[in-house]
Structure formats: structure tokens, C-alpha cells
């Protein structure tokens, strides 16, 4: 069954007003991009794994093509379907009539991506699409259009999935848009031109550039990042514009429209451009044919008035004299530190030259990209860290401001980590039981990581000797967190060996998992109480944001005992996502909000989330902000002891289709009037909770504690459904007696 999405469907036609596009970002970049065509637009465009999409005006594309300085590509899809062997992809291509697309004496070229096991090599598929195409002309005309791969009056785009499906569409780009046109010389480890772009969004150019600070690139090779800067305050010069817009003989183009935007002054990143050499705009080298190579392409992009060069070697001369009067602005780089290029500096050298940046440099924000395979740990602390494709090779982006701060200093979970990997790497103790156990549950979890699972509990005390518990992290911006909590151990083991054993078992997880050494938390568990487990653990604050199914959610790795979210329980929140859509949801012991949020993504009319921890709330409060939500009206948040808030009767007959009802095991909080002990007051909560709870409504209890048993007078009274085994993530398969989750409803 074939999908054609325009010009013979039902689907918006290339003369409508609106365009439903398709942009690519550099990969690692898509929320840079999406953010970016928002400011150049003012259109809502949705964030894509493969970078933005949405259906807009055809000014705003034409903008698109002009202005953005992180796309790559710009597509108009026309046709999407089966195709999981060749006929069928030649079928999908015949259903579209082309002729509302390109003249007979006109020219294209097809393009391909992707594939499966019957459509394995893309110039196979790009050559069915195309015969498919001139078939239908020579078939209607007698003739047919030309191949032309250089300057196509029609480019053609197909991707195909390992599943079978498969998308055509028009690319209205001139090719890939990273091609500016002034690069003359890359240089050594040249930058994709719309990578330095998304990697300046992200290191905050825009914002730091409107209050007037500066640019400084201590090592910039060809100018990558200069220009861009550049480019991104004062946009490209008129004729590389105008060479942007691609396939010239569409017969769907509006001419007037992509005329008037390319006649009118380029979108920038700041709505008032400042005037050139306005502000200091600092290149920095110690290779002087790198310069000259940066000097051309600076020039070729006719900014020569606004950046300045400077011949330096920054580990002598780490700060050039017109930027020391400057308060803020930004420091980024593609620095040779790891791998990227021989280096003769090692990292007492790197740290050195980082301390006296932070001197140099107050106030200032920096970015650095380095080799991700590197070993070595960058000497300053970051808040954020980005993982990248660069020369077809994954690399780190990492995001920070120069204080006093900066520098690494050993405190918390963090740095506690980094002191037992280095311990352990000593080999103090044997840890080869362990790692084993490692490898076989890292085999088993890999599975559900290629399913799109973010967050894994990798390891569990598997092994009497190591009593740990291994999380494996995945954040939205790809980035790897290893989260490892020591079981407190009994009085009566020696602390010494207790923690010789601990700093193995960290140094293996990292070598087996293959996990940045920086990327690892350590604590330990124990029976907290009072306002503990709410305290924060240590100086130090490591706050990341990962997807659950299609919500973003943040998770906090340092600050105290848990990170925000319970990974064991991904399953019940799909459970209560799925019963919540459309309906109201009640959730008790909110907790971080996880349930209620992923509720409202997928379509809850209403959610009422209480809690009585106010760190819990407001870290709830920012999880709906992640995913756009505002927390009013529909969506709210109450704190408030809930075993009170439930002996009051519902305000004007409230009632919710849904109520979740997770309790913490054991709580003694000062704020509560009294201890909570699940299994002594859960027939009390469930009972409290049905004056809430709407006739057909459906009660999901669930609790931790090991060994709990649903007392017989609520089974008597209610129609329950045990649903713990059915919700029981397979990562947490040989702990099913931790657990306990059922539906209740009224006889």
C-alpha cells in the first residue's frame, strides 16, 4: 500500500500555503537545529531524530534554504510506503505523478539512504526510484528526463528502512547546505561548516554575543568556528545565498516568494545585528599556514573587517591583548587534546593552560570538542556534554564556565568515582568474578538498548562478594552515565577491604561497559531517614536529560540518593500512560513526577501530581517544562502529606478515572503526621483513596518492599489484577520479590 503525501493525494499540494518539511541536522545537533529554525521562522517546528520537521508557510522555508546556518538538508516529502523488495519500490515511485513535478526535457538526480535485506545497496535503490520516474514519462511522452548527478533541475531523495518502509521526497536544498562556498583550505581536522554552527548555538554564542561579549578560538586551525560566528551575527554574503535554494526546475517552487527572500537583508541570530567589528572576534594559532588558510576562507566570506588573527602558541601566549578587557563572551575550540592530531602536550600542560584561562577569563562561558576515545580527563568541569559526529568519527562537545570553580576539585559522587577508578586500576584486588558477571548481563541488556531503552539496571548484587547495584544511563544528547550505589556494608567487614573491592568493581564496570571514566557516579545505599533523603550529597551538580518512550525527563547524578527516576518502574508508567489517555489522572507520592508527565505526553486530559517534598516538586515542575507543558490549569501540582490530603473529602465531587498510588516502603519525614509502613497502612491508603476514584475508574497500587503481601480484605472486597510480573522490566527479572504492582477496581 502506497502513500503518495503530495501532488496527486489529499495531502497539501506544492502550491498550498504551507510546505510539510523535513530539515537535517548534523548528527547530535537536532535539537540545536530545531531551536535555531524557530528563532529564524517563528514557526513551530518539532524536534526529529533526524533533526526538525514541521508544516510551514513557504516563506519560512524559502528562509530555511537562505538563512539557517545548522541545516543540512531541507526535503519536501512526496510519497511514503512499503517497499521491502524492489517492486514495491518501483511501484511507490510510479504512484506519484511526476509530471506536476518536472518537465520531460528537464533533468534529475535521485539519492538514496538506509535499506534492508532485499534493498541493500543505496545505488540500487536509487536507480529503481529513477527508472520508475522516466518510465512513467517515456510511457506518457515518449521521452524522458535526463540523469544529471551535477546540476540536476530536480534532486531526489529515498531513504528506506530496515523495516520496509520507505519515503521519496524532493530535496530543496542545493545539496548538503554545510557548504557554504568560501572554504578554500580546510586545513588539518576540518569542521562540517553547519557543525561549528550547531556547536556554537549550543555553547550560547547567540545569548553571549547580544550582550556584547566576545569570540575567542585559541587554536582555530582554517577559521571553522570564526566564520561561523561570524556568519551567524552578520549571515552569508547575498551570492552564497542565493546559490542555496536547489532544484531549479521544480515546477512547484513560488518564485515571487523565494525572490523576496533572497532580496531581503539575511536573518540572524540577533534581532539587531551589532555593527562589524563591533565586537572582538579572536582567532589564535601557532601554525602560520593554518592562518593563512583561515585568513582566506575569512575572506572569501567577506568578513576580513571582523575577525582578527593572531600567530601565538597558546600554551605561551594563552590570551591575545584585546580580550582582556572583556567581561564575558566565549572560548571555544577544536582542540588537539587525545587524538585528534599529534600533540606533544600532556595534561599536566593542558591543566596548566586551563587554570590560566579560568584567570584570564572570568565570567566567561567556553566549549571545547576533543576525542571522545581519549583517556585523558579535560581539566575543567563542565555542565554539559555533547557527543558529535566529526569526520565520520564520534567526538565530544563539552560546555562549561570559566570561575573559580572550574577546575577539578575532589568532592561528591562524582570525584569519588574518579579516586576508586584510579585505586582500582592498581590492581589491589581481583575482580575477575565480576567482571565476568559483568559481561554476561551486559550481553543480555544489549537487546533492550538497541529497542531505544535509555535507562538499565545493569547489575544488581549478582555476586555474594560484590554487593553493588550498576545503572547504565543514556542521555538525550547520547552521552553514557554509569550511577553504581554500594550496599552499606555489615559492621563487621573491615572498611579498608570493603572499599579496595568497591574501587575494582568501579575500575572493571568502566573498562567492561566501555564507559568515559568522567561519566561515573559512586554512593552508597543505607536506610535513610528524616529530611536525608531529600539532603544533597556534596558540592557537586551533574543534571542530565534523557527520553522515556517520547518524554524527556531529567535526571540528577549527584546531588542525592536517588537520581529522580526508577528505572524498575518504566513499565508501570507505560501502564499508567496508556490508561491515562484522554482521562484524569490522580498520582500520590509523586515523587519526581515521572508518571504524570509521561500521562500528559501521551494525551491525559488532566493530571494532579502531590508530594510532600518540595525538591520533589519543583524538579517535577521542571520535567513538564522539559516537554513544554506548563504546570497550571490542567496540570498540577500540590504539596501536601498525602495520607492528610486524602482524609478530606474531594473539592466540588472531584474524581479521576486513574489514581497511582506508589508509596515509599517506609517513611518517617518530620512533616508527616505519623511513620508510613506499607504493608501495615496500604488496606488504610487504598480505602482513602476511593472517594477520589471515579466509578469505572482504575486504582494502580504499587510498592517496593520485599516480600509484601496484599491484605486478604482488600482482595475480598475489590477485583484486583496482578499485574507485577507483567510490568516487570527484564533487567530486574531475578528481583521479581522487590516488587508488587496491581489494578484495582470496584466489584
Known amino acids: 500500500m502506497t502513500d503518495p503525501v503530495a501532488p496527486s493525494s489529499s495531502a497539501t499540494p506544492p502550491s498550498a500555503p504551507n510546505w510539510a518539511v523535513e530539515v537535517i541536522a548534523p548528527p547530535g545537533l537536532e535539537t540545536a537545529l530545531a531551536e535555531e529554525l524557530r528563532h529564524l521562522t517563528g514557526e513551530a517546528l518539532s524536534d526529529r531524530p533526524f533533526g526538525a520537521s514541521g508544516e510551514l508557510p513557504v516563506e519560512a522555508v524559502y528562509r530555511i534554504l537562505a538563512d539557517s546556518l545548522i541545516a543540512g538538508r ?48 543505496t545505488g540500487f535503490i536509487a536507480t529503481r526510484v529513477k527508472d ?40 530543496l536544498s542545493n545539496g548538503s547546505l554545510h557548504r557554504r562556498g568560501y572554504r578554500a583550505d580546510g586545513g588539518e581536522a576540518p569542521l562540517r561548516e553547519n557543525l561549528a554552527a550547531g556547536l556554537l548555538w549550543r555553547a550560547r554564542w547567540p545569548q553571549l554575543a547580544s550582550l556584547g561579549g566576545g569570540l ?107 580580550l582582556h578587557d572583556l567581561d564575558t563572551g566565549l572560548l571555544i575550540s577544536n582542540v588537539p587534546f587525545g587524538q585528534r592530531i599529534d600533540d606533544t602536550h600532556d595534561e599536566a600542560e593542558w591543566t596548566a593552560l586551563c587554570s590560566r584561562w579560568v584567570n584570564s577569563l572570568p565570567g566567561w562561558y567556553w566549549g571545547i570538542l576533543r576525542a571522545a576515545e581519549s583517556e585523558a580527563t579535560w581539566p575543567l568541569r563542565f555542565d554539559k556534554r555533547l557527543m558529535v559526529l566529526h569526520g565520520g568519527v564520534e567526538v565530544e562537545f563539552l560546555r562549561g564556565q570559566f570561575s573559580d570553580k572550574s577546575l577539578r576539585a575532589p568532592s561528591g559522587p562524582h570525584a569519588l568515582a574518579g579516586r576508586l577508578i584510579e585505586q582500582g586500576r592498581r590492581g589491589e584486588y581481583d575482580a575477575g568474578d565480576f567482571a565476568n558477571r559483568l559481561r554476561k548481563n551486559w550481553k543480555q541488556r544489549k537487546p533492550l538498548v538497541k529497542q531505544g531503552e535509555n535507562a538499565l539496571r545493569v547489575y544488581d548484587a549478582d555476586l555474594p562478594d560484590f ?95 536517588d537520581v529522580g ?40 486530559a488532566a493530571t494532579t501530581s502531590v508530594d510532600l517534598s518540595n525538591t520533589y516538586l519543583d524538579w517535577a515542575e521542571r520535567n513538564f517544562a522539559l516537554n513544554g507543558i506548563e504546570v497550571d490549569g490542567d496540570h498540577r501540582l500540590l504539596r501536601a502529606d498525602v495520607l492528610r490530603w486524602l482524609s478530606h473529602p474531594p473539592r466540588d465531587g472531584e474524581r ?18 505519623d511513620t508510613l509502613d506499607v504493608q501495615r497502612d496500604h488496606p488504610g491508603l487504598i480505602h482513602a483513596c476511593l472517594p477520589y476514584l471515579a466509578p469505572n475508574g482504575v486504582l494502580v497500587f504499587s510498592n517496593n518492599r520485599k516480600g509484601f503481601t496484599l491484605h ?13 510480573k507483567k510490568t516487570l522490566p527484564r533487567d530486574f527479572a531475578r528481583t521479581p520479590e522487590r516488587r508488587f504492582v496491581c489494578e484495582i477496581r470496584r466489584r
Open 74 to 121: 531541507v526535503y519536501l516529502p512526496v510519497a511514503r510506503g512499503r517497499a521491502t523488495q524492489s517492486d514495491e519500490l518501483y511501484e511507490l515511485a510510479d504512484s506519484v505523478d511526476w509530471s506536476a513535478h518536472l518537465g520531460a526535457g528537464d533533468s534529475l538526480s535521485v539519492s538514496a539512504t538506509g535499506g534492508n535485506e532485499a534493498l541493500r545497496h
Open 132 to 171: 520508475a520516474i522516466v518510465d512513467q514519462f517515456r510511457a506518457a511522452t515518449g521521452q524522458r528526463p535526463d540523469v544529471d548527478s551535477e546540476a540536476p533541475g530536480l534532486r531526489l531523495h529515498c531513504h528506506v528502512t530496515g523495516n520496509g518502509e520507505a519515503s521519496l521526497a524532493i530535496e
Open 216 to 322: 575567542f578560538d585559541p587554536m582555530c586551525g582554517s577559521g571553522t568556528f570564526l566564520t561561523e560566528a561570524a556568519l551567524a551575527l552578520w549571515g552569508l554574503p547575498d551570492a552564497l545565498r542565493r546559490q542555496r535554494p536547489g532544484s531549479p526546475a521544480w515546477r512547484g517552487h513560488q518564485s515571487e516568494v523565494r525572490a523576496s527572500i533572497l532580496a531581503d537583508a539575511p536573518r540572524t541570530w540577533l534581532e539587531t545585528p551589532p555593527a562589524r567589528g563591533a565586537l572582538a572576534i579572536v582567532g589564535q594559532d601557532r601554525d602560520p599556514l593554518q592562518l593563512a588558510a583561515a585568513h582566506a576562507n575569512i575572506e572569501a566570506a567577506g568578513l576580513g573587517e571582523a575577525i582578527e588573527l593572531v600567530h601565538a602558541d597558546s600554551f605561551r601566549a594563552p590570551i591575545p591583548a584585546s
Open 467 to 561: 554487593k553493588l547495584a550498576v545503572d547504565w544511563y543514556r542521555t538525550e544528547d547520547g552521552e553514557i552515565w554509569l550511577d553504581i550505589q554500594e550496599y552499606q556494608a555489615p559492621k563487621q567487614i573491615d572498611p579498608q577491604k570493603a572499599r579496595t573491592r568497591l574501587a575494582a568493581a568501579v575500575a572493571v564496570a568502566v573498562e567492561v561497559l566501555s564507559v568515559d571514566p568522567d561519566c561515573v557516579v559512586v554512593r552508597q545505599r543505607a536506610r535513610q531517614s528524616g529530611r536525608q533523603q531529600y539532603g544533597r550529597l556534596g558540592g557537586e551538580h551533574i543534571e542530565r536529560v534523557l527520553r522515556e518512550r517520547d518524554t524527556r525527563l531529567s535526571i540528577n547524578l549527584t546531588d542525592y540518593l
Open 565 to 604: 527516576l526508577f528505572i524498575d518502574h518504566r513499565l508501570v508508567r507505560d501502564r499508567v500512560a496508556e490508561l491515562s489517555r484522554g482521562k484524569r489522572l490522580l498520582n500520590l507520592f509523586c515523587y519526581t513526577g515521572s508518571a504524570s508527565v509521561r500521562a500528559a505526553v501521551a494525551g491525559a
Open 656 to 673: 479521576f478515572d486513574v489514581i497511582f498510588l506508589d508509596p515509599p516502603s517506609f517513611s518517617n519525614s518530620k512533616a508527616m503526621d
Open 712 to 724: 486478604p480484605s482488600i482482595e475480598s472486597r475489590f477485583q484486583i489484577d496482578d499485574i507485577s
